[in-house]
């Protein structure tokens, strides 16, 4: 998109300031590593990475290995956000590059970009994930460590764990690399500064997720310890933003433009006045008096009281660490061998099964739906049978032309919760199970 829209700059569509970090040719040769890597991917998931472990040697030397460990994980960090966070789901309104602060608890409704798609009250704990049934909101969050029913969805708290353990491991590849690197070389200097901004970023955004949890967990309950914990969490998160602003100042030109309009240019420089607006707002307060229809749009799963909820203090501690550290999820000690097609109009049999002894059975809880976007999912309580979770999806539910996509919501009797199949380790898991119509059967 750069310079389109009659918003083109004397000097040409290239956004460093800093001539020596330019690219040799056209500016997307800045991406060729990406392209290499990320194409045979795309239709040979087993390809050799001979493409990329040439790149890798030829743009760092020395440094290759370590660099490639580093883009690794740094090019996690704003995928893994826009799937649990997307405030909008137009690129050229949601620029999580150079983010437009949205805020937390600034009472006035925020101006463009955030005014289209983004779900009503327009604050950045009611912003929806990409995949509203596997994470929740910061709102969804704090109605349910309030109502004490916590979910198997990730939590904000889990999602700013992920992004900080991403940074971490980027930041340790990176001054590996840059033991061993020629660092005056264009090329690393490039990924070097570029690896430091998204892990800050990654930071950035981690921070923020715990300050709207922790905020709205005061919007709910009126408890200053809550507000005093939020307001902390989100002064991090602007020392994080600075120092990208930091990173770039003098790297990129004063003024990236992809767009007309002032969120779609500008410098990250530019974004710390909005975040400064509402870290004040955080500081008196505002939005303690939210009230229960907000509630009610934040989150199906809000608490719905009309007036504050009380929360005893020993309690209020134990939520703000549940935010800031949240419990490791229980191990996916499950089986579960999905059928190999489905006939339209005939019931699915399902079955889960659970290991390590427990003294008491978790419930479980089938979630599906068919697969189509234009359908809410269905919840079913599983049935305990000789060790074995079971349900069947009805024939008149199979009665249609879609296959069926479902997962299983296991609660602990301890109260934790979690998703088979869930993501994995690594977050790159597909967390639903697939079920495909046997055309032959139909």
């Known amino acids: 998109f750069k310079g389109r829209k009659g918003s083109g700059l ?15 040719g056209p500016d997307f040769e800045k991406y060729r590593l990406t392209y290499a890597t990320w194409g045979p991917a795309l239709y040979d998931p087993d390809a050799r990475p001979d493409a990329r472990t040439r790149r890798l040697a030829a743009e760092y030397g020395p440094a290759a290995e370590h660099a490639g460990v580093a883009l690794a994980r740094a090019s996690r960090i704003l995928p893994l956000l826009t799937t649990a966070h997307l405030p909008s789901a137009a690129n ?11 805020p937390i608890a600034e009472p006035s409704p925020p101006a463009p970009p955030y005014d289209w798609d983004s779900p009503a009250p327009r604050r950045f704990g009611t912003v929806s994930p990409l995949d509203p ?51 005056n070389a264009a090329a690393f200097r490039r990924m070097d500064i570029d690896t430091r901004v998204q892990l800050g970023l990654g930071r950035f955004f981690a921070w923020k997720l715990r300050a709207a949890s922790l905020y709205a967990l005061f919007a709910r309950t009126g408890n200053a310890e809550f507000r005093a914990a939020a307001l902390q969490a989100y002064r991090q998160a602007r020392t994080e933003y600075a120092r990208v602003a930091e990173i770039t100042a003098g790297v990129y030109v004063k003024d990236m433009t992809y767009g007309p309009d002032w969120y779609q240019r500008g410098h990250w420089s530019d974004r710390l006045a909005a975040i400064d607006r509402d870290i004040a707002a955080v500081e008196r307060g505002e939005t303690a008096g939210i009230t229960a229809r907000e509630r009610a749009a934040a989150s199906a799963n809000a608490v719905t009281a009309a007036a504050v909820v009380s929360v005893p203090a020993a309690r209020v501690a134990e939520l703000i660490r549940r935010v800031l550290g949240p419990p490791a ?21 399902l079955e889960l099964r659970l290991g390590n002894a427990r003294e008491r059975a978790p419930a479980v809880t089938l979630h599906y739906r068919r697969l189509t976007q234009a359908e809410r999912w269905v919840a079913m309580q599983m049935n305990l049978t000789a060790a074995r979770h079971r349900a069947t999806v009805s024939a008149a539910y199979t009665d249609s032309p879609y296959p069926l996509e479902y997962y299983f919501e296991i609660v602990e009797p301890s109260g934790q919760a979690w998703q088979y199949p869930g993501l994995g380790e690594e977050l790159a898991g597909q967390p639903y199970f697939v079920v495909r119509q046997d055309r032959t059967r139909s």
């Open 92 to 102: 050229n309104l949601f620029w999580a590059e150079m983010y437009v602060n949205m």
């Open 329 to 349: 999820r229980p191990t996916a000690d499950a089986a579960h061998t999905p059928p190999v097609s489905l006939a339209r109009g005939q019931p699915v049999e």
């Open 133 to 183: 049934q596997i994470f929740s909101t910061a709102e969804e969050f704090a109605g349910e460590l309030l109502a004490n029913r916590v979910s198997g969805k990730y939590s904000p708290a889990e999602v700013a764990r992920w992004l900080e353990t991403l940074a971490t491991e980027a930041e340790t590849s990176l001054s590996r690399a840059r033991a061993v690197a020629d660092r």
């Open 10 to 24: 004397p000097g040409g569509r290239d956004g460093y300031l800093d001539a020596a970090l330019r690219a040799p």
